[in-house]
């Protein structure tokens, strides 16, 4: 599930956003992953540049809607 796992610090906007996914490597490393990327949705990269400032793709997480 997207968003399941924190980001790392200095993420920027992809941090608060429902397509994150977080992986993590079997050497401890974290790597941030755009679902939109994965998907090769136009104008998204796998794994953006951090921080991301800035980003026409972002959607709050439905969980933290009220």
Known sequence: MPGAEAAPPGAGWCAACAHL????????????????????????????????TSCSGYEAPADSQA
């Open 21 to 52: 996914r977080v992986i993590r490597s079997g050497r401890g490393s974290v790597f941030v992953m755009c679902e939109r990327g994965l998907r090769k949705e136009a104008g998204f990269v796998k794994y953006p540049r951090l921080p991301v």
